[in-house]
């Protein structure tokens, strides 16, 4: 049986890059795979880069634990690099940033929270994801996430609020030295 997935994914670090290898890692382990625009939103930290972010969907007949397991690989293989911004050192950095938003309508917390417990709480999550499915309904909210961001939305402060852009994604995914283990 199959399970109908929605993962959050952002990097601030070689972020075409990052994003291009976390598709090409992720999509084989979806059927009917799907993915939103790419979402830039500011950093929490000031002085780093900005955040690529984008939602990918898709079904999996692997369980929960699996599933988990596959994505921190993912994470691991896409390595870490130093980040320099503005001449600003923040030392090493992970490229890529995965999370699970939902997994089916299933509710845990182990081997991590599912639903993601914040998915209405950042429009780089609630954006891409109401732009790939505004039907999907949050298991815990019991909302459409067209009404959550149609709430969410007007109440941005220009520094909350994400901009469209886009990649190239005919550009092959890189494969990094962390990625030879797979």
Known sequence: MSTKVYLG????????NSLRFAFAKISPLLKNCKKSSIWIS????NGEPDYFNMVISGDTES??????????KIEEMAGKEVMINDGTNFGMKRRLDIDIL??????????????????QDYPFVTCPLNELDPD???PVLHKKVSELWAKLEPTLSDDKKV????IDWNVEAPVWNNASKD
């Open 9 to 16: 994914v952002g990097s601030n670090l070689n972020r075409e």
């Open 42 to 45: 500011k950093p929490v930290r």
């Open 63 to 72: 369980n929960l634990e699996e599933f988990h397991t596959c994505l921190m």
């Open 102 to 119: 939902a997994f089916g309508q299933l509710e845990t917390s182990t081997p991590c929270i599912i639903p993601r417990h914040d998915i």
């Open 136 to 138: 999907f309904v949050h």
């Open 163 to 166: 901009v469209k852009t886009s």
